[in-house]
């Protein structure tokens, strides 16, 4: 939390240095939509956790999933950009529980919405193509806990076998650091197109815990706590419509 208030510092000071020369700038605003693939790479934090408790081992392990929204930019100058949108995320994860040859396993989803705030910088490699450098803060708007379970009972209806997983919110509004670095092709004509790896770190959306009984094994473990919903990192493909530009109204001087 702290890392990213002063992120949002740093972003501020600049914005506010940069009002003074930009004044004076022509300034475009452009809208597009975007998809964003989430891949889970350990390189980026983003990898399985196990838990092993009285010989029984918890496995959690994040899948693949989708970012879809809108991207609104203002460009300030023909380098300096703040983007902003609203996006919805989801994101799907496997749990896991081992007790000697038996096994089973819970697949859940993960949904949620996000504003994100990002200050970019453009790198003009040629005429239209630019390498954009960004970095910012992504508001997760957090809908809700999630629940799910397996379950097994027997011909009088008692409980057998259960497997569940509950994951709290650590918040409804939990904000998160955001950087990105990608190509843009733009065409004053065709509209802009972007491609380039994003990530969502030092955050954790919601905390887990599992809980397993199994009568055949005589095990019963609750409450094992293990991280599952927090960073992840994707590939975002743009395509931003043509750029317009911003008509800035001056008053008359006496």
Same mark, same amino acid.
């Given at each position: ?127 239209? =193509? ?10 997760? =708007? ?58 969502? =770190? ?53």
């Amino acid at each position: 939390m702290k890392f990213i208030l002063r992120n949002l510092i740093i972003l501020t000071i600049l914005l506010f240095g940069l009002n003074s020369y930009l004044s004076a700038q022509k300034k475009w605003a452009t809208f597009g939509i975007h998809v964003e693939p989430i891949v889970p790479l350990e390189m980026f934090r983003i990898r399985s956790s196990e838990v092993i408790r009285e010989s029984v081992k918890f496995t959690s392990k994040p899948l693949s999933g989708f970012t879809l929204g809108t991207h609104l930019s203002v460009e300030l100058t023909p380098r300096f950009s703040i983007e902003t949108g609203i996006n919805y995320v989801s994101r799907n994860f496997l749990l896991s529980v081992e007790d000697g040859s038996f096994t089973d396993e819970i697949n859940f989803k993960a949904d949620n919405f996000e504003i994100p705030l990002t200050l970019t910088y453009y790198v003009k490699l040629s005429e239209k =193509l630019f390498l954009g450098h960004s970095i910012g803060t992504s508001i997760q =708007l957090i809908p809700s806990n999630l629940y799910s379970r397996n379950d097994k009972k027997n011909n009088t209806g008692t409980t057998t076998y259960s497997f569940n997983q509950f994951s709290q919110r650590k918040g409804t509004i939990v904000p998160i650091f955001k950087g990105a670095v990608g190509l843009e092709y733009r065409s004053k004509e065709s509209g802009y197109f972007y491609v380039g790896p994003v990530y969502h =770190l030092f955050a954790e959306l919601y905390q887990t815990k599992l809980n397993y009984y199994n009568i055949s094994t005589s095990k019963q473990i609750d409450n094992v706590v293990t991280k599952t919903i927090g960073d992840y990192f994707g590939i975002e493909i743009r395509y931003v419509f043509k750029p317009t530009e911003l008509i800035v109204n001056k008053k008359n001087k006496d």
